[in-house]
């Protein structure tokens, strides 16, 4: 047998989800059919997308949205899986993950309509109960006590990325690098036994280069920032991370938050909740609950201050960080 048939063989797909696009990187043996898995990945992420979009009338979140309150609505399980993770962290960060935000998000235009005054000012002085407060859920029902408007884009890429990771594992591959729009799970090694290593973004909107890099195995990681999804009011740059007691977007935000965490989606909501927390608050937060997260905020004789929390960061700044 030569020695090019025992070499593992490199798979880099790809596809298109939620406005953005889906990839998975992993080896397998040379005589590997990857078309099935292709297929697979596309399906599942579809049907995240399908469950849980804002952009699609029809999807069951926002059949749960448009649902009387007080009424039981049917909920299939990945939604319900990721309705109880949002409430859960809304309420480790006290409201500050808050997943019944959808009317301020289309009130400020990161929804399908544009921005308009009224709808800002509705946003805004609307009485807010957090979504951990209002929301129900029994078995496999859900209701809402009151009206709210419920929004999973804070977690449902990094669901979709670990349903890539689950679908990878479904077909026997057990070492790969999935990924949705910034948002990564590593499984496993890389075929040498090194780890993947994962670039850490600088917060500039107008490059893209790294500002630390990650070794991850069997983990997931993702970002907020400030720097790639804003809108612009009297000359002022406004992130789309909205501030659950304002209904507005984070008037001082860090310019990024980065946190490690066991899943994507738990990564992605808690990257969130620090954010909206902010530095301080957040950095405390994050020790008590023994998160690995990284703050940088602007500021400091090279433009960035940062901070980072739990055994990961701690160190930081450093090239090279290291998680098993």
């Keep these: 047998m030569s020695k090019m048939s025992t070499e593992p063989l490199r798979h880099a797909l790809?596809?298109?989800?939620?406005?953005?696009?889906w990839s998975a990187l992993f080896f397998t043996q040379a005589n590997f059919d990857a078309a099935p898995l292709q297929q697979a990945l596309q399906a599942a992420v579809d049907q995240v997308d399908a469950q849980m979009s804002t952009w699609r009338p029809a999807s069951d979140l926002m059949r749960l949205n448009a649902a009387p309150v007080g009424a039981w609505v049917a909920v299939p399980a990945q939604l319900m899986a990721v309705l109880r993770l949002g409430l859960k962290i809304g309420r480790a960060s006290g409201g500050a993950f808050d997943i019944g935000m959808g009317d301020a998000v289309r009130a400020w235009g990161f929804?399908?309509?544009?921005a308009t005054p009224a709808g800002i000012r509705a946003a805004m002085q609307v009485r807010r109960r957090p979504a951990h407060e209002v929301l129900e859920l029994q078995g496999d029902r859900g209701r809402k006590a009151a009206p709210i408007a419920l929004d999973l884009n804070g977690v449902a890429k990094g669901h979709g990325v670990d349903r890539l990771a689950e679908t990878l594992a479904a077909f026997g591959v057990s070492s790969g690098l999935v990924c949705i729009d910034g948002e990564m799970r590593a499984m496993g090694l890389r075929p040498d036994g090194a780890p993947w290593t994962i670039a850490v973004e600088a917060p500039d909107p107008d490059?893209?280069?790294?500002?630390?890099?990650?070794?991850?195995?069997?983990?997931?990681?993702?970002?907020?920032?400030?720097?790639?999804?804003?809108v612009?009011?009297?000359?002022?740059r406004l992130s789309h991370t909205m501030d659950p007691t304002r209904g507005a977007p984070l008037p001082d935000p860090p310019a990024s938050v980065t946190v490690v965490a066991r899943t994507c989606a738990e990564a992605d909501a808690w990257a969130t909740a620090l954010m909206v927390l902010g530095v301080e608050k957040g950095e405390e937060l994050a020790r008590r609950l023994g998160l690995c997260a990284l703050f940088l905020r602007r500021g400091g004789a090279r433009g960035l201050q940062s901070c980072g929390v739990g055994r990961l960061f701690m160190r930081h700044p450093a090239t090279d960080l290291q998680a098993g």
């Design 14 to 21: 790809n596809g298109p989800t939620m406005g953005s696009h």
């Design 207 to 230: 490059r893209r280069a790294p500002h630390a890099v990650l070794a991850l195995q069997d983990a997931a990681v993702a970002t907020s920032g400030d720097y790639r999804h804003w």
């Design 232 to 236: 612009e009011l009297q000359g002022r």
């Design 111 to 114: 929804g399908p309509e544009a």
